[in-house]
């Protein structure tokens, strides 16, 4: 099940950016649609009733399928909603008294373990999480006022995607270099255990 939703999640992006490049209304309302519920949901810890989520779900969809413009715009939303949600998670653990994110992250996939220098490097590695999701919600926002709606997708559904996965990596090139002495699970492994454990992470 957790695969799959990672494969659904990879790919909402991907389907949305052909509807938008398609310009096809039904498509963009609909993935828009899906994407909203699936953030509200995840935002609201499930603390919102599954009629109201819907209700949005179909509200987005009736709009935008009597007003291609209109489907086009509501794509431009919950992928701008998502970025600032994920900047919040990371820098509201900034914070005096909480522990940094990537901190907590570090932890789980060590089984509880972490050197003293990674405590400070994953604090660093918080807020440039932060700093990066901000700057992707600012540019994508910018594009959606004053950009052709494929440029603003091809950046917010496929370019941010990457580059945030090239941060990821890099991170932990920097890591085998700067502290060569540590153990460094590989990223995918950190990912894989992000999936799994998903509700320690973002408690």
């Not at 790919?11 to 950016?17: D, I, R, S, T």
């Not at 900034?94 to 089984?111: C, Q, Y």
């Not at 926002?141 to 052709?148: K, N, P």
Request: with cysteine; aromatic share 10%.
């Amino acid at each position: 099940m957790k695969g799959l939703l990672v494969a659904l999640a990879c790919a909402c992006p991907l389907a949305l950016h052909a509807a938008v490049l398609h310009g096809n209304p039904w498509l963009v309302a609909l993935i828009s649609a899906a994407i909203a519920a699936n953030f509200v949901v995840l935002a609201a810890r499930k603390a919102l009733p599954w009629w109201l989520i819907a209700a949005a779900g179909v509200a987005a969809l009736a709009a935008g399928l009597m007003d291609r413009q209109i489907a086009v715009r509501l794509a431009f939303l919950p992928p701008i909603l998502i970025y600032v949600f994920l900047c919040w998670a990371f820098a509201r653990t900034l914070v005096p008294g909480r522990e940094p994110l990537v901190t907590r992250i570090a932890r789980l996939v060590r089984d509880g373990e972490l050197p003293e220098p990674l405590v400070v490097h994953t604090r660093r590695v918080t807020w440039l999480w932060a700093v990066a999701l901000a700057l992707m919600a600012a540019v994508s926002a910018v594009l959606a006022r004053f950009a052709e709606p494929a440029t603003w997708s091809f950046f917010t559904n496929i370019l941010s995607y990457a580059l945030l996965g090239a941060l990821f990596v890099l991170e932990y090139l920097y890591r085998l270099v700067r502290y060569p002495e540590i153990r460094h699970d590989p990223p995918w492994r950190v990912a894989a255990g992000m999936v799994g454990r998903a509700s320690e992470v973002f408690r």
